[in-house]
């Protein structure tokens, strides 16, 4: 069983940048792939990014792309967004989420969910 945690969100402006961090724990972190979901009230949750095994192949939403940059350290269990550009369509709940794939950009795929953290951008 693994464990994941979200945090680093919050509430800032229109062009300005967020770093998530999600924790993992309870099962080797190199077995994982790992990804970032959003989800608003209005919408059905979606995919943002993943990262492989390694960390040597991403995958990003064409929304984010060119703005958002995952990124994982093996050796803290941890995986970031780096998020820049902010927008005030990018305000959702961002769930951070791991994989038995090398890597996975579908939800189905996804077995280990965190609670979310929420990021919220002003005009």
């Known amino acids: 069983q693994v464990q994941l945690v979200e945090s680093g969100g919050g509430l800032v402006q229109a062009g300005g940048s967020l770093r998530l961090s999600c924790a993992v724990s309870g099962r080797t972190f190199s077995s994982y792939s790992l990804g970032w979901f959003r989800q608003t009230p209005e919408k059905e949750r979606e995919f943002v990014a993943a990262?492989?095994?390694?960390?040597?192949?991403?995958n990003y939403a064409d929304s984010v792309k060119g703005r958002f940059t995952i990124s994982r350290d093996n050796t803290e269990n941890t995986v970031y967004l780096h998020m820049n550009s902010l927008k005030p369509e990018d305000t959702a709940v961002y769930y951070c989420?791991?994989?038995?794939?090398?890597?996975?950009?579908?939800?189905?795929?996804?077995?280990?969910w965190g609670r979310g953290t929420q990021v919220t951008v002003s005009s």
């Open positions: 989420a791991a994989a038995w794939l090398w890597i996975a950009t579908v939800e189905a795929n996804y077995g280990s």
């Open positions: 990262i492989s095994k390694t960390g040597g192949s991403t």
